[in-house]
């Protein structure tokens, strides 16, 4: 069954009657389907126009949709012979953060990722998708695997955060993300990050120092969520609609600053509504973002990397 958000429920209410339609046939042998098509044509109109004005704040609760697909299944869609690989080899495995070796359009490649889960027992299991240090450990361990072998990098950001816990702050959360994030700045191959759904704060951009950051086009980038800002600023979360509207969160806003390079269109009503299409969609701009990274010497994607990544700073400061 199909969840919707709460400003989708005009379109919910015209599906429901399309179904109960549909139904009705079944059952009776009636024929609507003049009927069926002139819903379907006018939710297809009120989807397309709903999508096309999302707020900020809307598209953070697109981004963080329970059916949007995660990076385990952006990793079963795009890279076969998959190898996963696991442990810091230091204290624990965190299963916030996938890893792993396989094959994207038959190259080899390392494959990381925050993932989210997609029911109640796989959300605990990885923990929401937020990464303790063992986790941002891990992903250091395999980009130096990477390095080593020649292997280009891709990764797949899907994040509220890094987790707050003491636990995380007692081993180091701090000093595993900025190495982490030192690790994708220093690699000697290509690299390139997705944020497919949430990019929140210093747990995104461990796993995003990367040549070429993609965004889809309801995803989010932030240095925190809406919410966080609204307790912050306003000491009320119900404000986390116009904190979203001051983060310049969205990927049109990130593109515009230059913060991301490439916005990926997702299929109309989300990336949720046509997994198959959004997978193909993202498959084929990593691979248009890769190829001209691939003839490029260690220096040259460092220094390359480093520019890029000073710039934003610069830019800011202006």
Not at 45 to 71: E, F, S
Not at 75 to 99: C, H, K, M, Y
Request: glycine share 10%.
């Amino acid at each position: 069954m199909r969840h919707f958000l709460e400003f989708e429920k005009p379109i919910a209410e015209l599906e429901g009657k399309i179904e109960e339609l549909r139904r009705t046939t079944d059952a009776g042998g009636i024929d609507v389907a003049e009927e069926v098509a002139k819903l379907r044509d006018k939710a297809q109109t009120l989807l397309r126009t709903t999508y096309g004005r999302l707020t900020p704040w809307q598209k953070t609760l697109v981004a963080r949709h329970p059916d949007r697909p995660k990076c385990l299944d952006y990793v079963r869609g795009l890279i076969s012979e998959w190898t996963p690989l696991a442990g810091d080899r230091a204290f624990a495995d965190d299963a916030a953060i996938i890893g792993g070796l396989g094959r994207f359009r038959g190259r080899s490649v390392a494959v990381l990722g925050t993932e989210k889960g997609n029911d109640t027992e796989s959300r605990v299991k990885h923990n929401f998708g937020m990464a303790k240090p063992e986790g941002y450990r891990k992903a250091r361990r395999i980009m130096e695997l990477a390095g080593r072998f020649g292997l280009p990098i891709l990764s797949f950001v899907d994040t509220a955060g890094a987790f707050p816990g003491i636990d995380a702050e007692a081993r180091g959360q701090a000093e595993a993300i900025a190495r982490s994030i030192d690790a994708g700045l220093d690699a000697p191959v290509p690299f390139v990050a997705t944020i497919i759904g949430e990019g929140g704060s210093g747990g995104a951009i461990a796993l995003a120092a990367a040549d070429r950051v993609l965004m889809l086009e309801h995803a989010v980038y932030s240095v925190i969520s809406p919410e966080g800002c609204a307790s912050i600023l306003w000491r009320d979360q119900a404000m986390a609609s116009t904190a979203a509207e001051a983060l310049k969160l969205t990927a049109e806003d990130l593109k515009r600053l230059a913060l991301v390079d490439a916005v990926v269109p997702e299929p109309m009503g989300g990336a949720h509504r046509d997994p198959e299409a959004m997978m193909a969609a993202v498959g084929n701009q990593i691979w248009a973002s890769l190829e001209p990274l691939l003839p490029l010497d260690a220096a040259t994607l460092r220094g390359r990397r480093r520019d890029k990544f000073l710039e934003m700073g610069r830019h800011a400061i202006v």
